[in-house]
């Protein structure tokens, strides 16, 4: 088998891809809904807590950024399996696992801003302003590097073999 060969992968049709494709899409996004879901269910819970009225006002801003960022990731994280429902027995599943697959990411760029705001609030009231702002960028730098620089460098690497 030459190397063009091993490198075009699968032979399937683009049903046969569009199925293996959404599995694997439906096992990426059991594991980013789980924490997402905790940790926004946590998040809900904040305001209950009776330190809550003791938070600054530009803790409160940032509580409520965070809130919404939440609702939004999990909307963006969902949305893969509404769209699915609504469009099956269309025949649209290669669409649909396109669609969903730009859904997916547009939540993990949400639970990247989700993530910094709600360690920026903690941090905030465990540590001091200025070093919690600093460790909040250093994780994000992190979470980029982890999440999306190296996928990106490994997609341009295969690329530049072919």
């Known amino acids: 088998m030459s190397q063009k060969e091993y490198r075009r992968g699968r032979d399937e049709t683009p049903e046969e891809r569009a199925d293996r494709r959404w599995a694997e899409l439906l096992q990426e996004l059991r594991v980013a809904q789980t924490g997402v879901q905790i940790m926004f269910g946590f998040l809900l819970t904040v305001v209950f807590q009776p ?3 003791e938070l600054s006002t530009t803790d409160r801003d940032i509580y409520v950024v965070t809130v919404v ?5 999990v909307g963006a994280l969902v949305g893969p399996v509404s769209f699915h ?21 547009v939540g993990l760029v949400l639970m990247l801003c989700t993530m910094a705001s709600a360690l920026l609030l903690i941090l905030r009231m465990a540590l001091h302003d200025t070093f919690a702002l600093w460790l909040v960028v250093g994780l994000v730098v992190w979470f980029v590097l982890c999440w999306f620089a190296l ?9 530049a073999k072919d």
């Open 51 to 53: 330190r809550f009225d």
């Open 69 to 73: 960022l939440g609702a939004a990731t």
């Open 85 to 105: 429902r609504l469009v099956t027995g269309l025949r649209l599943k290669p669409q649909t696992v396109t669609w969903a697959s730009r859904l997916t990411v």
């Open 151 to 159: 996928p990106v460098w490994a997609r341009h690497a295969s690329a």
